[in-house]
């Protein structure tokens, strides 16, 4: 066993030799993991700071989620009364005006209302008469579904 082994040594040591140029036909896939994993993480922190618009603290319903083929505008009404298109603050009176130049569809541009539960009843109906007067009819009420 003894002899085996230096013959086994002696000769092993030319073929090293020779193969220590020959190419490596493994892939390390370690940094490739490790790549993942750490993009993996960047998503998982970044997708909730991706989410537009204001804070609002939206009511309960049941009902299926409508699917939209376009991006509708965000129409928000704020606890403390305040209006706001996506994230930019706009008067009651400068709605309308504002929410003309920014419709790419025109009055057919798809409108999503989203008001805190807090808000009087009378003040949604304001912003939604405003909105209606102006011509935009396709509109739709933000809620959380029952239990979420």
């Known amino acids: 066993?003894?002899?085996s082994l230096k013959a086994a040594g002696g000769g092993g040591s030319r073929r090293r030799r020779g193969r220590r140029h020959a190419p490596m036909s493994e892939i390390n896939v370690t940094?490739?993991?490790d790549v993942m994993l750490v993009l993996l993480i960047i998503f998982m922190v970044a997708a909730p700071l991706l989410t537009t618009g204001l804070p609002v603290d939206l009511p309960q319903a049941k009902g299926q989620q409508l699917q939209a083929k376009e991006e509708p505008l965000v129409v928000t009404v704020q606890a403390n009364g305040d209006i706001a298109i996506g994230e930019?603050?706009?008067p009651l009176d400068g709605l309308v005006d504002k929410l003309k130049a920014i419709a790419?569809?025109?009055?057919e541009q798809a409108l999503v209302v989203k008001a805190d539960k807090v808000v009087p009843?009378?003040?949604v109906i304001k912003v939604m008469g405003r909105l209606g007067e102006a011509g935009f009819k396709k509109m739709q009420f933000l809620a959380e579904g029952e239990g979420g």
């Open 88 to 90: 930019t603050q706009v």
């Open 121 to 123: 009843f009378g003040v």
């Open 31 to 33: 940094p490739m993991v």
């Open 1 to 3: 066993m003894g002899a």
């Open 104 to 107: 790419k569809n025109g009055a």
